[in-house]
C-alpha cells in the first residue's frame, strides 16, 4: 500500500500564494491517478485538482486558472501551486492516490486564508 506524506500548508492571506507537496512511497508512473482534494467542516471531500500517471491534468470548477497541479517524478512528489487565494480556497487539502480500485489518503493540512 502506497504512503503518503503531505506539508506545505498554513496560513496566508487573500491573494495569497501557497504550494502543497505530498511526497508517495509508490512510483508516480504507475500509480493510475494522483489528486488533491479539499473539505471544509460539514461539508463532504471534494477534489481539487488531479494528475493522471501520463501526466495527464484535471481542475474542478473555480480553481481553473489559479491552482497548478504537477509531478517529479524522480521524487514522486506531487505538487499543488495555489494562486490567488481566496476564502473559499480555505480547508483541509488531501492528497489521494488512485491504483488498481484503491484510494490512499495523505494526513491532510490545514489551509488559512486570513488578513
Known amino acids: 500500500q502506497v504512503h503518503l506524506v503531505e506539508s506545505g500548508g498554513g496560513r496566508v492571506e487573500p491573494g495569497g500564494s501557497l504550494t502543497l507537496s505530498c511526497v508517495a512511497s509508490?512510483?508516480?508512473?504507475?500509480?493510475?491517478?494522483m489528486a488533491w482534494y479539499r473539505q471544509v467542516p460539514g461539508k463532504e471531500r471534494d477534489i481539487v485538482a488531479a494528475?493522471?500517471?501520463?501526466?495527464?491534468?484535471g481542475y474542478v470548477g473555480a480553481v481553473k486558472g489559479r491552482y497548478a497541479i504537477s509531478r517529479d517524478i524522480a521524487t514522486n512528489t506531487v505538487y499543488l501551486q495555489m494562486n490567488d487565494l481566496t476564502s473559499e480556497g480555505a480547508g483541509i487539502y488531501f492528497c489521494?492516490?488512485?491504483?488498481?480500485?484503491?484510494?490512499?489518503w495523505g494526513q491532510g493540512l490545514q489551509v488559512t486564508v486570513s488578513s
Open positions: 494528475i493522471t500517471h501520463v501526466g495527464i491534468k
Open positions: 489521494n492516490a488512485f491504483n488498481g480500485g484503491q484510494y490512499t
Open positions: 509508490r512510483l508516480l508512473a504507475i500509480t493510475e491517478q
